[in-house]
DNA sequence: TCTGTTATCAACCAATTGGTTGATCAACTG
DNA sequence: CAGTTGATCAACCAATTGGTTGATAACAGA
C-alpha cells in the first residue's frame, strides 16, 4: 500500500487496466478466495496470478490475511471508492459545464427571436 | 475508439493510470482545450503531450473537433461513467458481503448468550 | 520426520510504454 | 507564393510489464 494519494490512483487505475485482474476482483467482490482458487479458472501458470495479487495488493485494491498456510485474499471497498470518487469529481465538472453552456445557447436564442 | 466493452476497459483504465493523462482530463472538464494549450504546464515535450492525448482519444475518454487548424479536445462525460460504474458494481457487490457477515456473526452472537 | 499443499522468489524473455529529436503535413496569413 | 503556426509522423531508447520455468520456503497432517 502506498502513501501519496497520487501514486495509490497511478497504481489502483494500472491495476484495473488488465482483464485478469478485473476478473480476479470480481470474484473477490462475491466473498475471500486464495490464490490457487483464483488462479483456478485462468489458462496461466499460478506465479502469474501471484504476481497479478501482489500488484492489486500493492495498490491497495485488496488486502491478505494468514490462515495457517493460505493467505486469503479480500476486496476493500473504500479502496474502489477513492477510484469513482476522483472520476466523479471530474465527470460532474463536465456536466456542469455542458449545461452552462447550453443555457448560453438559450439565452443567444431568445436575443435572436 | 475501440469497440469491445471489455477493451474499452483497459484501455480507459490505463489512460487513467498515468498524471499527466489525468492532469489533462482535470483541466478539459473545465472546457475543451487544444493541444498546445494542454502541453503548456507540463515540462516535457508537445509530442509527449499529442501522443498522450491520442492514448485518451483511442480509449474514448475524448473527442476531438475541427476548428481551422486547431483540434480542440472534448472530455465525454459518458466514457468516465461507463468506468465508475464498473467499479461500483463490485464496489456494492462487496459492501453487500460484509453486511451479510456481518448479520451471520450477530446471529451467532445471540445464540451464545 | 516425511509428504503434500500453498505460495513466493529468481532469472529470463518479448512486448509495451513514455519520453526524446528531427522531419513533415496542413492550414491560415502576409 | 512564402512564411508561420498547430499538430502529427518516424525512428529510436530506457524502463516497465506480463508471462514463462525452476527452485525454495512455510505450514499441515500422517
Redesign the interface.
Known amino acids: 500500500m502506498k502513501q501519496g494519494s ?1 501514486e495509490q ?3 489502483a ?2 491495476a ?4 485478469v485482474r ?1 476478473a480476479l ?2 470474484r ?4 475471500p478466495a486464495t490464490v490457487n482458487e483464483l488462479a483456478e479458472p485462468f489458462p496461466i501458470t499460478k506465479q502469474a496470478v501471484s504476481k497479478h495479487i501482489q500488484v492489486l495488493e500493492q495498490s491497495g485494491l485488496i488486502t491478505r490475511t494468514r490462515e495457517g498456510q493460505r493467505r486469503p485474499c479480500h ?1 476493500d ?1 473504500a479502496a ?2 477513492a ?2 470518487s ?6 460532474l ?3 456542469r ?2 449545461r452552462r453552456l447550453d443555457t448560453v445557447l438559450d439565452t443567444l436564442k431568445e436575443k435572436e427571436s
Chains 1, 2 share one sequence.
Open positions: 497520487e490512483l497511478n497504481s487505475f494500472a484495473l487496466a488488465d482483464p478485473r476482483i470480481a473477490l467482490s462475491r466473498g476486496l471497498p474502489l471508492e477510484l469513482t476522483w472520476i466523479d469529481i471530474h465527470r465538472t463536465v456536466e459545464q455542458f
